[in-house]
């Protein structure tokens, strides 16, 4: 069965054959595009969507974030935004309540929020582990999150665990051990959080190394709270994305500029820590591939909304609207390596998001306002 949706004002597509297209059509055939074009070119379809004007462009691919916790951080979100000191133990705190969580509680959670996020127009999620910290709870994790998508990361070494407080060296042998083989086959990702407080150099290069060597690819949280090792590192390592690349040098934007890692920016987390925005331009301008994610979790940026990160890339972060419709589509799936989505042409998986306005400029232009108005998903009105 085809369906065609037509009578689109403006097509967005990021393939540079075709660029964006006015008054176009797309036909969709089972999972996937059959053909992109001029809505008066457009063959016979079985059903027909009449978009009535307004734009249309590849569902959102948002590729990075931890849904896979129990919990509530509100008292801490609010006495940060409130200026009070709050000693709980932010990371550790929702740690302890997935492990208390039981297997369809953190079911329920994630689905929960990729639902949410498919009604703001992503079609594509990556997830994480690392609120479990042991074995058993990691490769539970992955095992809830591998049900919902197939980008699924191992992040074992997201903080120590915090029975390993007095000896760090013992918790990497245990990422880059038993850990790893329990999650291994529920992973196509290994991810790790380097960082001062949470992993060096020298323990990042183990983690992903050894992750790398079972088949994971590494993708890493890289100078997001400080400059480090991290993003120089993921590039060393043909990691698939540097994360947050919050305080970059020179010599971390040169090699960025010049490896294959992308750049992934998460506008929430500077938002939602009242933190400086990672600076786009600068990336962009030396010739580095970027993409927005939203990096949902509870703690440090909670919100599932690729519109939202658009509206503050192209605010705080020197973006255009263009570049940052663009970061949040073909830039998300850059950073997880698939050609299938994150564009609009034949061939390509059917995910088409539906705004209710003219442009996808709308997308910066209005920030806050629902402007999703219909998701295509593998081919499936959702
Ligand atoms: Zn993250």
Redesign the pocket.
Known sequence: MATVITNIGSLLTNDPSLGTVEDAAVVIEGEHIAWVGPADRAPAADVRHDARGRAALPGFVDS?S?LVFAGDRTAEFNARMSGRPYSAGGIRTTVAATRAATDAELDANVARYIAEALRQGTTTVETKSGYGLTVEDESRALRIAAAHTDEVTYLGAHIVAPEYADDPAAYVDLVTGPMLDACAPHARWVDVFCEQGAFDGDQARAILTAGAKRGLVPRV?ANQLHHGPGVRLAVELGAASA?HCTHLTDADVDALAQGTTVATL?PGAEFSTRAAYPDARRLLDAGATVALST?C?PGSSFTSSMPFCIAVAVREMGMTPDEAVVAATLGGAKALRRDDVGRIAPGARADVTLLDTPSHVHLAYRPGVPLVSAVWQRGVPV
């Open positions: 990075h931890h949280h994360d998460l990096d979790n």
